[in-house]
């Protein structure tokens, strides 16, 4: 029993001493993502997804790119995108867009396994919608995308987090008040999705980083030749990132225990741009499009997936930028010491508390679905002499549903949205 006890505490101290690694550049970067979503209209984007080709496909991919980091948050944005016209093309590209190119994505992979992976994950996501842009029509017909959308349609909204529509200027909005409740509900509302991703992958990679050596030289192919140990690497690692249940942020730390366990480059990759494939996100897929779009529509990123990292593997092993040292138990899970990243953390945890704090001075909880809302902006509904706040028009329709049927509000959250 003592044994048992002890394995677990190591475990979550390896856990500990892990998001101590990155309090600060989750802080930044989730502060970074705020400010964009809250600053940054959509709207105007937003109208130009439709058709096809390389522009909607591009616009989407810079979209995603400025948009929360969340898979869950993008699969729902994605279908949102897609009622309202988008084509297929285009919501995949800014499902990839907004877990492969957003900031903080790429902050966190440079601190805990090196600037060439941060960089990969760049480049790695852009082939990705490339890749998936030309093999799209080998997939999914037109016949079953016009089916997709009429199911999508008839679905259920998930969350968005909504910018600023107000017309200020840059410098006015660092001096205004209400622009930074947008960027602080924000700020609060990626954390609300998020934390539980985040967490479930340190655990995870705390656990993962006692198991002995022997087990990644049995899971992982070490000593064959290079082709086939890559091959096997980057089938591998998306079947990890399936069956862990983790996506967004919370694979980063699993990816370096697995980089410390002996997987290739390209396995690495493989397995971070798998976070749109877990199994839940699947499931939500099947509900959102049916079952045969859902499907092809995973076959295909999975492919894109694949064949993007063995590309970003062969160029940057080409170009001599695949690293050639992997890092130690003790390197990935680091220690608490009076240094730069000491002070750092601090300030992280007072522009947490800062931000934090605002929503709470300016904001209500919606009873609905949980999250945040600025009472300025929110939408709202006048019962029994006091006001309730919504973030959305449908968590309204949700709540006047719930109580006009007899149920707790909470009831209509299973309805109300996906993160």
Same mark, same amino acid.
């Given at each position: 029993?003592?044994?048992?006890?002890?394995?677990?505490?190591?475990?979550?101290?390896?856990?500990?001493?892990?998001?101590?690694?990155?309090?600060?550049?989750?802080?930044?970067?989730?502060?970074?993502?705020?400010?964009?979503?809250?600053?940054?209209?959509?709207?105007?984007?937003?109208?130009?997804?439709?058709?096809?080709?390389?522009?909607?496909?591009?616009?989407?991919?810079?979209?995603?790119?400025?948009?929360?980091?969340?898979?869950?948050?993008?699969?729902?944005?994605?279908?949102?995108?897609?009622?309202?016209?988008?084509?297929?093309?285009?919501?995949?590209?800014?499902?990839?867009?907004?877990?492969?190119?957003?900031?903080?994505?790429?902050?966190?992979?440079?601190?805990?396994?090196?600037?060439?992976?941060?960089?990969?994950?760049?480049?790695?996501?852009?082939?990705?919608?490339?890749?998936?842009?030309?093999?799209?029509?080998?997939?999914?017909?037109?016949?079953?995308?016009?089916?997709?959308?009429?199911?999508?349609?008839?679905?259920?909204?998930?969350?968005?987090?909504?910018?600023?529509?107000?017309?200020?200027?840059?410098?006015?909005?660092?001096?205004?008040?209400?622009?930074?409740?947008?960027?602080?509900?924000?700020?609060?509302?990626?954390?609300?999705?998020?934390?539980?991703?985040?967490?479930?992958?340190?655990?995870?990679?705390?656990?993962?980083?006692?198991?002995?050596?022997?087990?990644?030289?049995?899971?992982?192919?070490?000593?064959?030749?290079?082709?086939?140990?890559?091959?096997? !690497?980057?089938?591998?690692?998306?079947?990890?990132?399936?069956?862990?249940?983790?996506?967004?942020?919370?694979?980063?730390?699993?990816?370096?225990?697995?980089?410390?366990?002996?997987?290739?480059?390209?396995?690495?990759?493989?397995?971070?741009?798998?976070?749109?494939?877990?199994?839940?996100?699947?499931?939500?897929?099947?509900?959102?499009?049916?079952?045969?779009?859902?499907?092809?529509?995973?076959?295909?990123?999975?492919?894109?997936?694949?064949?993007?990292?063995?590309?970003?593997?062969?160029?940057?092993?080409?170009?001599?930028?695949?690293?050639?040292?992997?890092?130690?138990?003790?390197?990935?899970?680091?220690?608490?010491?009076?240094?730069?990243?000491?002070?750092?953390?601090?300030?992280?945890?007072?522009?947490?508390?800062?931000?934090?704090?605002?929503?709470?001075?300016?904001?209500?909880?919606?009873?609905?679905?949980?999250?945040?809302?600025?009472?300025?902006?929110?939408?709202?509904?006048?019962?029994?002499?006091?006001?309730?706040?919504?973030?959305?028009?449908?968590?309204?329709?949700?709540?006047?549903?719930? !109580?006009?049927?007899?149920?707790?509000?909470?009831?209509?959250?299973?309805?109300?949205?996906?993160?």
């Amino acid at each position: 029993m003592a044994d048992i006890l002890r394995t677990i505490a190591d475990g979550i101290a390896n856990a500990a001493l892990m998001a101590y690694e990155v309090w600060w550049a989750l802080v930044l970067g989730f502060l970074v993502s705020a400010v964009v979503q809250a600053w940054v209209p959509r709207s105007r984007i937003e109208a130009s997804l439709s058709g096809g080709g390389p522009k909607p496909v591009g616009l989407a991919t810079a979209l995603g790119a400025a948009s929360s980091s969340c898979s869950y948050a993008a699969v729902a944005i994605a279908k949102s995108l897609f009622q309202k016209g988008a084509s297929a093309a285009s919501a995949l590209a800014f499902q990839f867009a907004s877990t492969n190119l957003v900031w903080e994505l790429g902050l966190v992979l440079w601190i805990l396994i090196g600037w060439q992976f941060a960089l990969a994950e760049f480049v790695g996501g852009l082939i990705m919608i490339v890749l998936m842009a030309l093999a799209l029509r080998g997939f999914i017909s037109p016949r079953l995308e016009a089916r997709a959308r009429e199911h999508a349609q008839a679905a259920a909204t998930g969350h968005e987090h909504h910018s600023a529509e107000s017309g200020l200027s840059w410098s006015r909005r660092v001096r205004s008040a209400e622009a930074w409740s947008d960027v602080a509900h924000n700020f609060r509302g990626d954390w609300q999705m998020l934390w539980k991703e985040i967490g479930i992958g340190f655990l995870l990679a705390g656990f993962v980083g006692l198991l002995p050596m022997d087990v990644f030289n049995t899971l992982f192919v070490t000593d064959a030749p290079g082709p086939l140990r890559t091959i096997e !690497n980057v089938l591998v690692g998306p079947l990890i990132a399936i069956l862990s249940f983790v996506c967004s942020v919370g694979n980063v730390p699993l990816a370096a225990v697995l980089w410390a366990g002996g997987i290739s480059f390209p396995g690495v990759m493989a397995f971070i741009f798998a976070d749109l494939v877990v199994l839940p996100i699947i499931a939500i897929y099947v509900k959102y499009y049916g079952r045969a779009f859902a499907l092809r529509m995973t076959a295909l990123m999975l492919v894109a997936m694949v064949v993007a990292a063995l590309l970003v593997g062969g160029l940057f092993d080409l170009l001599g930028l695949v690293p050639t040292t992997r890092p130690s138990a003790d390197d990935v899970f680091g220690s608490v010491e009076l240094n730069y990243k000491l002070v750092l953390n601090v300030l992280g945890l007072a522009v947490f508390a800062a931000l934090i704090a605002m929503t709470m001075r300016r904001g209500a909880s919606d009873p609905v679905c949980g999250m945040a809302v600025d009472r300025a902006k929110a939408v709202t509904l006048e019962e029994d002499g006091h006001t309730v706040y919504f973030c959305s028009e449908h968590c309204r329709h949700a709540y006047a549903a719930a !109580n006009k049927d007899g149920q707790e509000p909470a009831a209509a959250h299973a309805h109300a949205h996906h993160h």
